[in-house]
């Protein structure tokens, strides 16, 4: 199984235990806090140093320090020669290890988390959000979305929302957004396709139409 972080609501921390985190803070009374329990495993940050304007890959691993050295020593070169070299160095959210990692759902309970172990299907814990339109709104669209939702966490005011939800995907499984307001009104589709992520948008009329002429109805007659 594969992580992927679409959302930058989501963050890892230790305290008061282990777990990804997402508070969301729209005025007084109009929050909502969610987590997602991380038992034994250390999510991964990745560092990625990159020259000429993203084109060239200088470094990209989870060792901070040698990302920093490689920086030093790509800018120092181009300084000693006289030219102008810069190179950036970014930071991905904490994600977990691809493949030693599991989600279970504890029977006496029933609290979702993560636990270390093997799993080698060719699956995605998907974290991603969407952002409601201005003095409207957002929600997950149940027609389009077809993995497992794990958590939601969504809150807003009149003037601006969000809701930021952690999805299981089987290859060929998605999920949609709609997203609506004074000048919104639209759909964000993202499937798995067993590799990547692929994100599709459409107007909301067009996902309509799409839909009916996708769903064909069940008994027909043929022209």
Known sequence: MKHIMLS??????????????????YGRNKR?????????????????????????????GSDKSKAEEVKANYEAEKKEKGEYGYA???????????????VI??????????VPGNDDTNRCLLFVGC??????????????????ILKTCSAGNACESSTEVIVLLEPGRSIAFHTY???????????????????????????????????EPEEAEVL
Request: aromatic share 12%.
């Open 8 to 25: 930058s609501a989501w963050e890892f921390g230790t305290e008061p235990f282990p777990a990804y985190r997402c508070n969301l803070v």
């Open 32 to 60: 909502d806090r969610e987590f997602l329990p991380v038992k034994d495993v250390t999510p991964i940050t990745t560092y990625t140093v990159t020259a000429d304007y993203g084109r060239i890959t200088l470094y990209s």
């Open 88 to 102: 950036e160095l970014r930071m991905s959210s904490p994600t977990l290890p691809e493949n030693r990692f599991r």
């Open 105 to 114: 759902k504890t029977k006496e309970k029933g609290t979702i988390l993560v």
């Open 131 to 148: 952002a409601g339109g201005f003095r409207g709104g957002e929600s997950v669209l149940q027609d389009g979305t077809t993995g497992t």
């Open 181 to 215: 307001g004074r000048h919104t009104n639209e759909v964000y589709l993202y499937t798995w396709n067993g590799a990547e992520v692929e994100k599709k948008h459409f107007s909301k009329s067009e996902w309509d139409n799409r839909n009916a002429i996708t769903n």
